[in-house]
């Protein structure tokens, strides 16, 4: 009973996330190319082959770069919605394309996925959590507010990939124009520090272990002011940055938290030794 998880890549540059359990695995998103995919799962020692399915979150290019080709090569069915497909102008393999209803859970194996609506300036934009058994990832990045959704599946996770975007003081005294200052921080824009910290705190589940801090702005976070935010509130629970430089180890979510790397079970194409 158990979850499988690493940041690929999260920013603006690209975001992909990979959840998975000891048979198959799901990508969140494809953001970055089908190389640099493939060369940071090979550093982590993970098999491309065990990915099942590509979920996309909505037509962002940080979010759909690499994954025609990833999909192509690799055969993997892309999980998508029609509005989703059309406004980010994707054509793929008919066989491969397969549509999805909010909270209607969708099995890949023996995970199941479940995509929820949320708020963000795109066409048709959803988030995710990934389950195995009683364990739940979630991926909630790109999300402009706190809405009943989030919440709703933020209190089900062992583990999630949750936005903390910008620093409110950091965007207001920044460079960015007013319109893109107003956009990032409107309610359908991206999460701030303060409001990661909000849902946090007031809606984590008591067997919540591992926090991703996700999408970090280049220009108006830093990460130790994010994860700063965080550490009188984190309590037992691991806080971790989600880089837009490099990957993440892969980490192993229980519902009792992090496994003794001594006592990690064999999942095909991983290494034990990363842990």
Do not use: W
């Not at 990979?18 to 493939?38: H, K």
């Not at 996309?56 to 998508?80: A, Q, R, T």
């Not at 935010?229 to 430089?245: D, L, P, Q, T």
């Amino acid at each position: 009973m158990s979850l499988f998880t690493a940041s690929l890549n999260s920013g603006s540059n690209g975001n992909c996330y990979y959840v998975g359990n000891s048979n198959e695995a799901v990508l969140i998103d494809a953001g970055i190319s089908c190389r640099e995919t493939e060369n940071r799962m090979a550093r982590l020692g993970l098999n491309i082959n065990s990915v099942k399915a590509i979920f996309i979150s909505h037509e962002h290019n940080d979010h759909i770069k690499g994954v025609k080709v990833l999909s192509k090569k690799y055969k993997i069915p892309v999980y998508i919605t029609e509005s989703t497909m059309h406004s980010g102008r994707l054509i793929f393999n008919k066989e491969l394309v397969n549509d999805f209803k909010p909270h209607e859970t969708i099995s890949i194996g023996n995970l199941q996925v479940i995509p929820f609506p949320k708020l963000h300036d795109a066409a048709d934009p959803y988030s995710f959590v990934v389950k195995h058994e009683e364990v739940c990832v979630g991926v909630m990045t790109d999300i402009g507010s706190n809405c009943k959704h989030v919440i709703n599946y933020f209190k089900q996770c062992h583990a999630v990939y949750l936005e903390a975007n910008y620093d409110a003081m950091m965007l207001e005294t920044g460079h960015y124009p007013i319109y893109l200052k107003r956009r990032i921080s409107g309610d359908k824009g991206h999460l701030s520090n303060e409001q990661a910290v909000e849902l946090f705190t007031k809606h984590r589940a008591p067997f919540l272990s591992h926090v991703f801090l996700s999408h970090l702005s280049k220009e108006n976070n830093d990460a130790q002011i994010a994860t700063a935010a965080f550490e009188e509130h984190r309590g037992n629970i691991e806080v971790i940055v989600a880089s837009r430089y490099k990957e993440t180890r892969v980490f192993h979510i229980t519902g009792n938290g992090l496994i003794n790397p001594a006592e990690e079970p064999n999942l095909p194409g991983v290494q034990t030794a990363l842990f």
